[in-house]
């Protein structure tokens, strides 16, 4: 009833829906719950430790018998600047004084480490059914390990220019991300935020493109969104943001609140959060520092001083210095379970399809 089923046949799943690895905010469970809905279950590796991705895997086999996505940051790490970081700190000093804090404290480094030596044996060893990527792809050496276990490789493009680089250097499924995708965006041959296409205007022109399936991400949350990417060639979707509010997301109380307050409106493109653009609901910091601020440190290290406000403003019950990475479609999450979520997504789609089909 799939009017492409590449996706379908590759990952051995019900639906062609892949959970959007949504780091800091999920876990094996949130996972769990849509593999047993139909769908392609993943799990964000960026912010975690081997030994930690080992025990969530673990998690996920003794809970169900489904294919895994682990996914992996891939960007070309770069070491704190202490002149610039120092500049930062400068900038986010009143808000230090405003919560109590020392601005000159030293504060354990922001935790997103690109995928290295130790985490490639651990793909080894796990053996997942998908690895896929983010900010292009590891180098060639990592990356036939990978390979060699039988993998199938993802890795995400916003333009055409990038989704070509990532086929000719060894990608499985192209994940086409378009600007309305929420968390950071996985441009890696382009830093202009200006000339990002959005998913429905690139969707089609990566599936003209490229031989290899095409996954469409972003504004993708309900059945409607589904098969328009269908309709424009896509083989499959990746939908993050909707399933935020599933009571099996680790999003906290505060966060939650202002995920169900939001609108078409809410979601900016920010550099302030971590070094990097990204899309998140817009917090206090987005707005009074940015959305885009020249002064933040390169990805990770914008991080890191935001740590020691972020935890003070949260016992507060306030998500001022929070990453809400969310998409556009913001307002249309619900609050229902994701197995069930996964089965209406699903539904919808095939019925939206078969209408279209008959018409």
Not at 267 to 275: D, Q, S
């Amino acid at each position: 009833m799939w009017p492409d089923r590449r996706i379908i046949d590759l990952f051995k799943t019900e639906f062609p829906i892949v959970l959007g690895p949504m780091a800091g905010v999920m876990d094996a469970e949130l996972a769990t719950a849509v593999a047993q809905g139909g769908g392609v279950a993943s799990l964000p590796c960026a912010m975690i430790t081997p030994d930690k991705a080992r025990e969530q895997v673990h998690i996920f086999r003794q809970r169900v018998s489904a294919p895994i996505n682990l996914n992996f940051f891939c960007h070309k790490a770069v070491d704190a600047d202490p002149a610039r970081e120092a500049i930062w700190r400068q900038r986010l000093a009143p808000y230090y004084r405003e919560h109590g804090l020392d601005p000159n404290a030293q504060i354990n480094a922001a935790n997103r480490a690109p995928f290295d030596a130790a985490f490639c044996a651990v793909v080894e060893e796990l053996k997942p059914e998908i690895v896929s990527f983010h900010f292009g792809l590891p180098e060639p050496k990592l990356l036939e390990r990978v390979k060699a276990t039988g993998a199938v490789i993802l890795s995400s493009a916003t333009t055409v220019k990038e989704a070509i680089w990532l086929e000719e250097n060894g990608a499985d499924v192209i994940i086409a991300q378009g600007a309305e995708a929420g968390g950071h965006r996985g441009m890696f041959l382009t830093e202009n935020i200006a000339e990002q296409p959005g998913t429905f205007a690139l969707v089609p022109q990566v599936v003209d493109a490229v031989r290899v399936p095409v996954i469409a991400a972003g504004g993708i949350a309900d059945g409607r969104g589904i098969a328009a990417a269908f309709a424009l060639g896509a083989s499959g979707v990746q939908i993050g943001t909707a399933y935020l509010r599933c009571p099996e997301s680790k999003v906290i109380p505060a966060a939650r609140v202002m995920l169900a307050q939001a609108s078409d409106e809410s979601t900016v493109i920010t550099n302030v959060m971590t070094g990097r653009p990204a899309r998140g609901v817009a917090n206090r910091l987005m707005r009074e520092v940015g959305p885009i601020s020249p002064d933040a440190p390169a990805f990770p290290h914008a991080a890191t001083a935001l740590g020691p406000l972020k935890a003070a403003a949260e016992k507060q019950g306030k998500v001022d210095f929070t990453n809400l990475w969310a998409g556009q479609a913001v307002r249309m999450g619900k609050e229902m379970p994701a197995a069930e979520l996964t089965r209406a997504l699903a539904g919808a789609a095939l019925a939206r399809m078969g209408t279209l089909s008959q018409a």
